[in-house]
């Protein structure tokens, strides 16, 4: 028998559209594709498409995941307005989740997670005590000292060899990992907004 409700997780935080369908602990489907400057117009048909491919639709969806960044400023409005106009016709709880939360899910300890800016730049936030501190913005090649003992995310391997810190692989896909989040978010927690990087070293 099919469960009957399930939570839908997007991403469009880089040139990728990732859509997943979860249920509990059970990755149901997973959709990828690359659409620069197209992420309005494929996200839709690429949720109903994962739906289909989970044996589902969007009336079993009890809640909804979404990307809301670091990254790409246009894709992540994109998604949130989508993950917000869902959540209203559906009637069921829209969550942001960074891209940070993401990675790091499923991983214990001190971790750099890593997500990519434009040109030499990185989005870097600290994962310490079970808590992220805020994130910033840094140059590759001057990154700030960091109490972490592993780094995840993009070009961690180089992170990895700079900061003399392990590199880590996420366990799962963005999209994935966003969905499994959000079905265990409390109901109250706030819709979700877009955020936004500060250029300093870490606090």
Known sequence: ????????????STSKCTIAVVSGNTILAEKSEEAPKKHAERLMYLIED????????????SSIGVGIGPGNFTGVRVSVATARGLSLALNVPAFGVTTFEALQLGHKGNILCSVRAKKDQIYLSEYQNGIFEQSIISNIDNLPKTKCNFVIGDKSNLISESLHIKPLEP????????????QELPMEKSPPTPIYPIHNEFI
């Not at 028998?1 to 469009?12: A, E, H, R, W, Y």
């Not at 739906?51 to 639709?57: G, I, Q, R, T």
């Not at 366990?171 to 959000?182: E, L, P, Q």
């Open 50 to 61: 994962a739906l289909k491919s989970s044996k589902h639709d969007l009336s079993h969806v």
């Open 1 to 12: 028998m099919l469960p009957n409700k399930v939570s839908l997780g997007f991403d469009t």
């Open 171 to 182: 366990i799962h896909s963005t999209a994935s990992s966003i969905a499994k989040i959000a």
